[in-house]
C-alpha cells in the first residue's frame, strides 16, 4: 500500500551513512541550514584517516575554516559562532534500496551549543 506522508514541519529522524559510518541525523523542515556537532565530525574523521581519499565511499569533500566566522542567530535560542564547516559526501538509501550519494555542506557546530548531538539537515 501507500505510505502517508510525514506530517509538514515535523522533525524525522534517519540514518544516513558517511563512509563506512551510519550516522543518525535530524531532518529538520524549519532548519535554514545543515549542520553537524563537533563529536559527530571528529568521530567522521578519526574512521576515515588512513582511507584512500580517492576510493568512491571516502566522503570528505573538504575541510574549511569560515574567516570571519558565521553567526547562526536563534540555533538553539542562542547566537552560535561557527568557524569551520566541511563538505561532506552523504549516501541516502531508499525504500527499494537504491543508493545516492550528495555533497552536503555541514557548518560544524561548538559541542556546548549542540542540544541534541546529531547533524541537523535543512529540508527547507
Known amino acids: 500500500g501507500l505510505k502517508r506522508r510525514p506530517a509538514v514541519a515535523r522533525n524525522h529522524k534517519l540514518d544516513v551513512m558517511v563512509g563506512c559510518l551510519a550516522i543518525r541525523c ?6 535554514s541550514v545543515t549542520t553537524m556537532p563537533e563529536s559527530v565530525a571528529l568521530q567522521i574523521l578519526n574512521a576515515h584517516v588512513g582511507k584512500d581519499s580517492t576510493d568512491s565511499d571516502y566522503p570528505i569533500g573538504e575541510i ?10 536563534g540555533f538553539a535560542g542562542l547566537t552560535v559562532e561557527i568557524k569551520y564547516g566541511m563538505i561532506r559526501f552523504v549516501t541516502f538509501v531508499g525504500d527499494n534500496g537504491a ?8 557548518r560544524v557546530v561548538p559541542q556546548e551549543c549542540c542540544s541534541s548531538g546529531l547533524p541537523l539537515l535543512s529540508a527547507s
Open 26 to 31: 535530524v531532518k529538520d523542515t524549519g532548519a
Open 99 to 106: 543508493k545516492a550519494m550528495v555533497p552536503i555542506e555541514f
Open 64 to 73: 574549511f575554516n569560515y574567516d570571519p566566522p558565521l553567526r547562526l542567530v
